[in-house]
């Protein structure tokens, strides 16, 4: 790659405008997070005093986003009276996974219907991402290049993945090109969860079930994957001990 073709892929773009719809996956069972998704699911449970859904719709709607598709699977019902309540800020709708849990890329593919829009994001209800100086769906506006992504992964520094004991997901180029951790290594990089992607993607995918990382795979041997590193925090908040040492971080900022 030549360095004008670096600087053309990590240029801001100036007409950049956040996709208008987002998927939030939040159909899990949850299996880590219990004794407290015994009688609640995971979305609905609760970092200093608020459910984890609401952190999610909460940078949705500041970054402009207007509408939010929900998948439900696990105490379904909870998840919808819940984000029924919630202020006309952003338009929800809601995608129904009681009959089976399809996972990240069929949970998003039964989805693209009630989206209805290309690109748009996806991103996680289990996760709190605090931005830097810029809100973090806003700075994946601004680098997205249709001509040169499929999708583009939000992606944290493992220094700042709080309450994440793995290895790291990706390594990072200068021109945001990713590529996955091999064997025993660590990669410098976590998934966010939180990424834009093109409805095409999902074109010759399985029908059922089936997780995102296919896709990413598929991205990865064509060269049209990338990512961007978060300039701010997150916290993955998987287990009940993950809730208290979250709490008291975000108490600390």
């Given at each position: 790659?030549?360095?004008?073709?670096?600087?053309?892929?990590?240029?801001?773009?100036?007409?950049?405008?956040?996709?208008?719809?987002?998927?939030?996956?939040?159909?899990?069972?949850?299996?880590?997070?219990?004794?407290?998704?015994?009688?609640?699911?995971?979305?609905?449970?609760?970092?200093?005093?608020?459910?984890l859904?609401?952190?999610?719709?909460?940078s949705?709607?500041?970054?402009?986003?207007?509408?939010?598709?929900?998948?439900t699977?696990?105490?379904?019902?909870?998840?919808?009276?819940?984000?029924?309540?919630?202020?006309?800020d952003?338009?929800?709708?809601?995608?129904?996974?009681?009959?089976?849990?399809?996972?990240?890329?069929?949970?998003?593919?039964?989805?693209?219907?009630?989206?209805?829009?290309?690109?748009?994001?996806?991103?996680?209800?289990?996760?709190?991402?605090?931005?830097?100086?810029?809100?973090?769906?806003?700075?994946?506006?601004?680098?997205?290049?249709?001509?040169?992504?499929?999708?583009?992964?939000?992606?944290?520094?493992?220094?700042?993945?709080?309450?994440?004991?793995?290895?790291?997901?990706?390594?990072?180029?200068?021109?945001?090109?990713?590529?996955?951790?091999?064997?025993?290594?660590?990669?410098?990089?976590?998934?966010?969860?939180?990424?834009?992607?093109?409805?095409?993607?999902?074109?010759?995918?399985?029908?059922?079930?089936?997780?995102?990382?296919?896709?990413?795979?598929?991205?990865?041997?064509?060269?049209?994957?990338?990512?961007?590193?978060?300039?701010?925090?997150?916290?993955?908040?998987?287990?009940?001990?993950a809730?208290?040492?979250?709490?008291?971080?975000?108490?600390?900022?």
């Amino acid at each position: 790659m030549t360095a004008a073709q670096e600087t053309l892929t990590l240029r801001p773009r100036i007409d950049a405008q956040v996709p208008g719809a987002a998927m939030i996956l939040s159909a899990g069972l949850g299996r880590r997070m219990r004794p407290l998704t015994a009688t609640r699911p995971k979305p609905l449970i609760q970092v200093r005093g608020r459910p984890l859904i609401d952190y999610t719709l909460d940078s949705l709607a500041r970054s402009g986003v207007q509408r939010a598709v929900i998948n439900t699977h696990y105490l379904a019902d909870q998840v919808e009276a819940h984000v029924g309540r919630r202020r006309a800020d952003i338009e929800i709708r809601l995608s129904d996974e009681r009959a089976e849990l399809l996972e990240t890329g069929g949970g998003t593919k039964k989805a693209l219907d009630l989206l209805d829009a290309d690109p748009f994001l996806v991103t996680n209800s289990d996760n709190i991402l605090v931005d830097g100086p810029t809100d973090s769906i806003s700075l994946l506006a601004q680098r997205w290049n249709p001509e040169e992504m499929d999708a583009l992964l939000l992606l944290v520094p493992l220094m700042r993945a709080h309450g994440y004991a793995g290895r790291g997901d990706f390594r990072l180029d200068r021109a945001g090109r990713i590529t996955r951790r091999s064997g025993q290594r660590i990669a410098p990089f976590v998934y966010s969860g939180t990424q834009i992607v093109k409805r095409s993607v999902f074109e010759n995918t399985p029908d059922g079930k089936f997780s995102f990382n296919l896709i990413f795979d598929r991205l990865l041997e064509k060269g049209r994957l990338f990512g961007l590193a978060h300039q701010g925090d997150w916290y993955h908040v998987g287990t009940p001990e993950a809730v208290q040492a979250t709490e008291r971080l975000l108490s600390d900022e």
